[in-house]
Nanobody
Framework: QVQLVESGGGLVQAGGSLRLSCEAS????????MAWYRQRQGAGKQRDLV???????ASTYADNVQGRFTISRDGAKVYLQMKSLKVEDTAVYYC????????WGQGTQVTVSS
């Protein structure tokens, strides 16, 4: 059974940094492409892809976080280092298997104040 537990969110001022963590279990993590998504308030159930990291560690980013966010993985965890945060980065952040649309964890709230 796939389990995903996100942590590391919080309240930060614009320009600040946060590091999110996701602990994964229930599948062969080392062979699985992973991703971070975010759900902004008012967006309904839409979750936008923020960054993805393949099993071979190749990474991709949404245009609006390129150069500010860094995705990484280690063991059975995937991380999202966020720098130069903007108010528009405020959202609930989720990790999941890339392309998987079910079995979301509880997410972690990131709030960026101006």
């Amino acid at each position: 059974q796939v389990q995903l537990v996100e942590s590391g969110g919080g309240l930060v001022q614009a320009g600040g940094s946060l590091r999110l963590s996701c602990e994964a279990s229930g599948f062969v993590f080392s062979r699985t492409d992973m991703a971070w998504y975010r759900q902004r308030q008012g967006a309904g159930k839409q979750r936008d892809l923020v960054a993805a990291i393949a099993a071979d560690y190749a990474s991709t980013y949404a245009d609006n976080v390129q150069g500010r966010f860094t995705i990484s993985r280690d063991g059975a965890k995937v991380y999202l280092q966020m720098k130069s945060l903007k108010v528009e980065d405020t959202a609930v952040y989720y990790c999941n298997i890339l392309g998987r649309k079910t079995g979301w964890g509880q997410g972690t709230q990131v709030t960026v104040s101006s």
